[in-house]
């Protein structure tokens, strides 16, 4: 009996093991994704940032890459976009849609965009991922574009970050729904970020 506890404990032992390896591999899309506990002591820092510090202030990261400030991250009025994506959660997915009877990933990131400020972005997911502004997993805000890799090495999936790793996407199985960027099967696809300016 104890010999068989033991076994089972190793088992659980080797599989979290495994799921981790998975989740933070080496692979290098996966190397600018903070591990849970690194993303809230930066939300932390982020804080004392906004509550704190100046506006002109610059965060410089020990990989000597140049971070702006937390009040400079997003233009978007969230209150505004808030009800715009509220009036498309619940829409279902269908290829190529780009309204409240069906809408697809590349879609959604174009209504939602257009509504609220007239913004006409491309209506395929590989042409929103070639545009400019790049932005970094560990400084993504509100409003940001979050890529991913769903089927093979080609970007399949675009959706709209908003916060608290959270963001907005057109699921094919669920319709316009909000979604973790950090559990398994996002973070494991995940292609980049793009900033609409």
């Known amino acids: 009996m104890i010999a068989r506890a033991g076994i089972v404990g190793l088992l659980l032992l080797l599989l979290i093991s495994c799921t981790a390896a998975v989740r933070y591999s080496?692979?290098?899309?996966?190397?600018?994704?903070?591990?849970?506990?690194?993303?809230?002591?930066?939300?932390?820092?982020?804080?004392?940032?906004?509550?704190?510090?100046?506006?002109?202030?610059?965060?410089?990261?020990?990989?000597?890459?140049?971070?702006?400030?937390?009040?400079?991250?997003?233009?978007?009025d969230r209150t505004r976009m808030n009800r715009i994506i509220a009036n498309y959660l619940?829409?279902?997915?269908?290829?190529?849609?780009?309204?409240k009877m069906g809408i697809d990933c590349s879609g959604l990131m174009y209504v939602l965009y257009r509504d609220y400020n007239g913004t006409r972005l491309p209506l395929s997911t590989e042409a929103l991922f070639r545009l400019d502004g790049r932005v970094e997993y560990d400084n993504l805000?509100?409003?940001?574009?979050?890529?991913?890799?769903?089927?093979?090495?080609?970007v399949s999936?675009?959706?709209?970050?908003?916060?608290?790793?959270?963001?907005?996407?057109?699921?094919?199985?669920?319709?316009?729904?909000?979604?973790?960027?950090?559990?398994?099967?996002?973070?494991?696809?995940?292609?980049?970020?793009?900033?609409?300016r």
């Open 90 to 99: 619940g829409t279902p997915y269908e290829y190529g849609g780009t309204g």
């Open 141 to 154: 805000s509100y409003g940001d574009l979050v890529f991913f890799r769903l089927s093979g090495r080609k």
């Open 26 to 76: 080496n692979n290098p899309d996966n190397q600018n994704r903070p591990k849970k506990h690194e993303r809230e002591r930066q939300a932390a820092t982020e804080t004392t940032t906004a509550t704190g510090a100046s506006d002109t202030q610059q965060d410089q990261q020990g990989d000597g890459e140049f971070r702006l400030p937390h009040e400079q991250k997003s233009q978007l």
């Open 157 to 196: 999936h675009v959706g709209m970050y908003l916060e608290n790793g959270r963001f907005v996407h057109a699921s094919e199985s669920h319709g316009v729904t909000v979604d973790d960027i950090t559990t398994e099967y996002y973070a494991t696809s995940y292609a980049g970020a793009r900033r609409i």
